[in-house]
């Protein structure tokens, strides 16, 4: 494919996305293939010689498109939004073509600097507290915050970087939080092994937390405690306390805490200030993982959520989840960046730069060396936006879940679980929890819909997550009326 090659199916593949995303409500939700389907239709061997674009596109329609799930969908409402935007889309097509790989400030400059000068506009678009954002001297007066590789001692040492993903994000804050305990049991006790402290760490999260909290735990070698929610699905100080009181009588080292700013099952919200009081008194990392509520923070209604983020070290929300953004872009914020830097960094003379002690290099913020141009996304998207556009999608998928939410209150057949705060509404059928396991099967059968289960204290619910971009209240009706016709012909079944 050479140059005029490219412009020419260039143009093809925005018209073939723009097709796809206008029509996209005539397709099924969910594919009707079966595991295995796509080998016996795609060729043994990779193709000796080159392809045409049009032969590829071909299979596309063929074979790639039966076996796609459409997240974009209107009638997707399963785990929470793949976000999306023209901007966003367009934005990853120029960082592909620009091809580069921002691992140091030298390796590509726009790439470093555009990243957390987009991470300080969103941070203060969510009020975020000033500890996590670097200085723009040219809007206030706040103390100048370097964001130099090398400027460790300063006060003032937040910030923030793009991951991969929220996993990701608390897996780098677990790793930050264990080098800084075994730092500091190293001090207490110089004689002490790295092996001794390591197989006494432990963390704690909610056992609604997302399972990336587990698996961080896992990778890092550390126990984690899953602890017991109230009735309203939250985390306490309370029960925080006495497990970390309980592990220290074993002469275990508690090290690292995660709130969640709503959780994966049902929304549900940390209390932070309690939790963020205990880490204070008993020297924890807190970090709060809001991979998807976090985007709230951008709407004052929402800014009470932020109470207790006085005591948090880090924090991650993910714009590719509500904010627009296309797959990938988590972000990642900390209160002090050289422990991130402590934790991750190795200096091979090959990465080395002249730079090095004026700039920032973003590899050290994460697992892989590599990085994207993520942030170009999220600068198309807020700009292409503004904040109020940006506002105006939360609040319209907070209101459309208010709707959904009461159309489900006006069938008695039927009961919310949980607080409905966000786009995202917990249902069931009354009654045993069959009932719903079988709603639940006959909706994703029927390809008319896609929703996906939860489970809290033994109750069986289903997750109605409002993720279409432009969803509207026609479309809350529809997906109440399939989910009415579905439960009408199950509760005449059972009750036959
Ligand atoms: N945390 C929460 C609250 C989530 O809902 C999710 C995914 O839905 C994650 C973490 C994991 O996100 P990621 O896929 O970006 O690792």
């Given at each position: 494919m050479d140059h005029e090659d490219f412009r020419r199916c260039g143009k093809d593949m925005v018209d073939f996305i723009a097709d796809y995303l206008t029509n996209i409500s005539e397709r099924r939700v969910t594919p009707e293939v079966e595991p295995g389907y796509l080998r016996p239709m795609l060729p043994r061997n990779a193709p000796e010689k080159g392809e045409s674009w049009e032969d590829i596109m071909k299979d596309v329609e063929r074979a790639i498109m039966p076996g796609i799930t459409h997240w974009q969908h209107p009638r997707f409402h399963a785990y929470f939004p793949a976000g999306n935007s023209y901007p966003s889309i367009l934005a990853e097509m120029l960082s592909s073509g620009l091809g580069i790989v921002?691992?140091?400030?030298?390796?590509?400059?726009?790439?470093?600097?555009?990243?957390?000068?987009?991470?300080?506009?969103?941070?203060?678009?969510?009020s975020l507290p000033a500890c996590f954002l670097p200085f723009n001297p040219a809007h206030d007066n706040e103390p100048e915050i370097s964001i130099a590789n090398t400027d460790c001692d300063s006060q003032h040492s937040g910030g923030g970087a793009l991951l991969g993903s929220a996993s990701e994000s608390i897996l780098v804050a677990m790793l930050a939080a264990r080098t800084n305990k075994m730092k500091s049991k190293r001090l207490e006790k110089p004689s002490i092994e790295d092996g001794q402290i390591l197989s006494k760490l432990v963390c704690y999260t909610s056992k609604l937390a997302h399972s990336c909290v587990e698996k961080a735990g896992l990778i890092a070698m550390v126990k984690v405690r899953q602890l017991a929610v109230d009735e309203h699905y939250s985390l306490r100080g309370k029960t925080l306390d006495e497990c970390i009181q309980a592990?220290?009588?074993?002469?275990?080292?508690p090290f690292f805490v995660c709130g969640t700013l709503g959780t994966t099952s049902c929304c549900s919200l940390d209390n932070f200030e309690e939790l963020g009081q205990i880490c204070r008194r008993e020297n924890l990392w807190f970090h709060v993982d809001g991979a998807y509520a976090g985007a709230a923070l951008i709407c004052n209604e929402f800014q009470y959520l932020i109470k207790g983020f006085e005591y948090v070290d880090s924090f991650n929300t993910n714009p590719n989840k509500w904010l627009l953004i296309n797959f990938d872009c988590s972000c990642f914020w900390?209160?002090?960046?050289?422990?991130?830097?402590?934790?991750?960094?190795?200096?091979?003379?090959?990465?080395?730069?002249?730079?090095?002690?004026?700039?920032?290099?973003?590899?050290?913020?994460?697992?892989?060396?590599?990085?994207r141009f993520r942030s170009l996304k999220l600068w198309f998207?807020?700009?292409?936006?503004?904040?109020?556009?940006?506002?105006?999608?939360i609040r319209e998928h907070c209101r459309l879940a208010k709707v959904f939410a009461s159309l489900i209150n006006e069938d008695d057949r039927f009961e919310i679980i949980g607080d409905v705060v966000f786009g995202l509404v917990c249902f069931r059928l009354k009654g045993k929890n069959k009932l719903t396991q079988k709603l639940l099967l006959c909706l994703n059968d029927s390809g008319q819909i896609h929703v996906i289960p939860s489970m809290v204290n033994e109750?069986?619910?289903?997750r109605f997550a409002i993720c279409a971009k432009d969803a509207c209240e026609y479309d809350m009706h529809i997906a109440f009326q399939i989910i009415q016709t579905h439960a009408d012909g199950i509760l005449f079944e059972y009750q036959k």
């Open positions: 921002g691992f140091s400030w030298a390796a590509s400059p726009a790439c470093t600097e555009l990243e957390p000068i987009t991470l300080d506009w969103l941070g203060r678009m969510m592990d220290k009588q074993k002469g275990l080292i900390v209160r002090d960046k050289c422990a991130v830097i402590n934790a991750m960094s190795v200096d091979p003379l090959y990465l080395q730069h002249k730079h090095a002690e004026k700039a920032t290099d973003l590899r050290h913020w994460g697992i892989a060396l590599s990085r998207t807020i700009r292409s936006y503004g904040v109020e556009g940006l506002q105006h999608y109750i069986f619910f289903i």
